[in-house]
């Protein structure tokens, strides 16, 4: 019999890991890819060698949601982005903008809203949840720019009707310069309340063609 070339042993060799990492990232939360990665080979016996990109990782999730998830994927992530809409509404003040698997698609029942909100004053931020009768516990999250530049930013993590919200809170000279996806290494996508508004408005005249 003869064996497979080296190039596809490797290519189903990544394709099993992504697979595998993707499942690990629905089933149990993680949302680190390297993290995610390392437990799809361990969980495979598989030692060091090539691994799939993180946009293979991401292909293979919104794969997952697809065939495992099937009806009911859709439900649950327009529940999460008409909750993205009512909290940046909420948030205005601070132009806000979603990122993240909410806004990509790839959110699992594991995911939480991410928010990207633009304020010289990281503490009004907390003040404004305050207001809002949001319990928000203080965090710092880790972003990279073009030219290799890394940056820690101040924010917050809450829960609101049983969501769960990240939101990063970044000087105003940033919101015209997005940070770099972890998925791509590109610029984040990003979009505001009404443009998340306008994609379920879409959304919603599709389904009902």
Same mark, same amino acid.
Not at 19 to 25: F, G, L
Not at 67 to 74: A, Q
Not at 190 to 206: I, K, P
């Given at each position: 019999?003869?064996?497979?070339?080296?190039?596809?042993?490797?290519?189903?060799? #990544?394709?099993?890991?992504?697979?595998?990492?993707? #499942?690990?990232?629905?089933? #149990?939360?993680?949302?680190?890819?390297?993290?995610?990665?390392?437990?799809?080979?361990?969980?495979?016996?598989?030692?060091?060698?090539?691994?799939?990109?993180?946009?293979?990782?991401?292909?293979?999730?919104?794969?997952?949601?697809?065939?495992?998830?099937?009806?009911?994927?859709?439900?649950?992530?327009?529940?999460?982005?008409?909750?993205?809409?009512?909290?940046?509404?909420?948030?205005?003040?601070?132009?806000?903008?979603?990122?993240?698997?909410?806004?990509?698609?790839?959110?699992?029942?594991?995911?939480?809203?991410?928010?990207?909100?633009?304020?010289?004053?990281?503490?009004?931020?907390?003040?404004?949840?305050?207001?809002?009768?949001?319990?928000?516990?203080?965090?710092?999250?880790?972003?990279?720019?073009?030219?290799?530049?890394?940056?820690?930013?101040?924010?917050?993590?809450?829960?609101?009707?049983?969501?769960?919200?990240?939101?990063?809170?970044?000087?105003?000279?940033? #919101?015209?310069?997005?940070?770099?996806?972890?998925?791509?290494?590109?610029?984040?996508?990003?979009?505001?309340?009404?443009?998340?508004?306008?994609?379920?408005?879409?959304?919603?005249?599709?389904?009902?063609?």
């Amino acid at each position: 019999m003869r064996s497979k070339p080296n190039g596809q042993r490797l290519d189903n060799r #990544r394709a099993s890991i992504a697979d595998e990492a993707a #499942r690990i990232m629905m089933e #149990r939360g993680v949302t680190d890819y390297r993290l995610a990665k390392a437990k799809a080979c361990e969980r495979l016996g598989l030692s060091a060698g090539p691994l799939p990109s993180n946009e293979e990782v991401e292909a293979a999730l919104a794969a997952r949601n697809r065939i495992f998830r099937g009806d009911s994927h859709h439900p649950q992530l327009r529940r999460l982005r008409e909750a993205a809409v009512s909290m940046m509404r909420r948030l205005d003040v601070f132009n806000p903008r979603l990122v993240g698997p909410v806004l990509t698609g790839t959110a699992t029942e594991h995911s939480a809203i991410d928010l990207h909100l633009y304020s010289d004053a990281p503490e009004a931020v907390g003040a404004q949840l305050g207001a809002l009768g949001l319990e928000a516990r203080a965090m710092q999250f880790q972003h990279r720019w073009r030219r290799g530049e890394a940056e820690r930013v101040p924010g917050y993590r809450f829960y609101a009707e049983d969501f769960e919200y990240l939101a990063a809170v970044f000087p105003e000279r940033r #919101r015209a310069q997005a940070p770099l996806s972890r998925v791509d290494g590109r610029p984040m996508q990003r979009a505001n309340h009404r443009e998340v508004a306008r994609l379920l408005d879409e959304e919603e005249f599709l389904s009902a063609m």
